[in-house]
């Protein structure tokens, strides 16, 4: 397994938020948060695994609605406190049948 440079996961309380872009099309799919365990998992079984803030506890992304997120590339933002995960989104994104979270115009 490729060597990670050192993420800086004291600087948010042990979790690195996470963006999500699917790989071809560029959209930004959801956010959400990894602690080191959940990124460990990501790269070994190559599914997106999140820290589940409100459960306490890792959550792969489709493990109950089939929803799976198939990791394409990761990558680490220049203060090592952020990562960009590009993915290939099998079925929809959003637990409200969405194909992002990000459906809802603010201004």
Excluded at 61 to 90: A, M, P, R, W, Y
Excluded at 93 to 104: K, S
Aim: hydrophobic share 35%; aromatic share 10%; net charge positive.
């Amino acid at each position: 397994m490729k060597k990670l440079p050192k993420l800086n996961w004291e600087k948010l309380n042990s979790l690195i938020p996470v963006i999500t872009q699917d790989y071809k099309s560029g959209k930004v799919l959801m956010l959400g948060f990894m602690n080191q365990e959940a990124l460990e998992k990501t790269l070994k079984e190559g599914k997106v695994t999140y820290f589940s803030r409100t459960r306490k506890k890792l959550w792969t992304k489709g493990e109950t609605s089939g929803n799976f997120q198939l990791v394409k590339e990761i990558f680490l933002d220049c203060d090592n406190d952020t990562l960009l995960i590009k993915v290939k989104q099998i079925n929809k994104v959003c637990h409200t049948g969405h194909n992002t979270c990000f459906f809802r115009k603010l201004k």
